[in-house]
């Protein structure tokens, strides 16, 4: 087992319940772990809640959060994996001065080579969307800051196992 800070991507099947949030991050405060992001949505069991929190600390240390967090009530089961045994994304939107679309050559390049999508235009703005690796999104912001952004955002990662996760069988069993 790594002593090695690494990123870890945290999933927790929960139920939906309010304040469950705040202490699910007062267990990462207590220890002085900084969450790099976090996402919430429904899973894929119909009335489970999934969040996923990207962490960076040691896998002894994350072994112990883990446990931590089944020890909620409404926390049915936590999992944590390293970047090599998940699939990621995050999104980024980019809202820029329309003109610069017509302008400025080079914003059309960069859109075409990100592999970036215009979501809308109109008058005043248009909006990007970028997905993919946190590099690629902070890559786009980089290369559009010299235009001038006028708002952006980037989402929390969204990840899946590449093996399969017995969550669906171990809720069979928890329903029963």
Same mark, same amino acid.
């Given at each position: 087992m790594s002593t090695e800070k690494q990123l870890f991507t945290v999933s927790i099947y929960t139920e939906n $319940?309010? %304040?469950?949030?705040? &202490?699910?991050?007062?267990?990462f405060q207590r &220890?002085?772990?900084?969450?790099?992001?976090?996402?919430?949505?429904?899973?894929?069991?119909?009335? =489970?809640?999934?969040?996923?929190? =990207?962490?960076?600390?040691?896998? =002894?240390?994350?072994?112990?959060?883990? %446990?931590?967090?089944?020890?909620? =009530?409404?926390?049915?089961?936590? @999992? @944590?994996? $390293?970047?090599?045994?998940t699939i990621y994304q995050i999104s980024?939107?980019?809202?820029?001065k329309s003109e610069l679309l017509f302008e400025e050559r080079q914003i059309q390049n960069i859109i075409k080579e990100s592999n970036a999508r215009i979501v809308t235009v109109n008058k005043e703005f248009f909006v990007l969307e970028k997905s993919g690796k946190k590099?690629?999104?902070?890559?786009?912001?980089?290369?559009?800051?010299?235009?001038?952004i006028m708002q952006y955002t980037r989402s929390g990662r969204i990840?899946?196992?590449k093996e399969e996760m017995k969550i669906s069988t171990l809720l069979e069993t928890y329903n029963n």
């Open positions: $319940n309010i %304040g469950l949030l705040n &202490r699910i991050s007062a267990i &220890r002085h772990i900084n969450i790099e992001s976090l996402n919430t949505s429904p899973s894929e069991i119909v009335g =489970v809640s999934k969040f996923t929190i =990207v962490v960076k600390m040691t896998e =002894v240390n994350i072994k112990k959060i883990i %446990g931590q967090l089944e020890k909620q =009530v409404e926390v049915i089961k936590a @999992y @944590y994996h $390293n970047d090599d045994e980024g939107l980019f809202k820029i590099e690629e999104i902070v890559g786009l912001h980089e290369q559009l800051s010299e235009f001038g990840a899946i196992t």
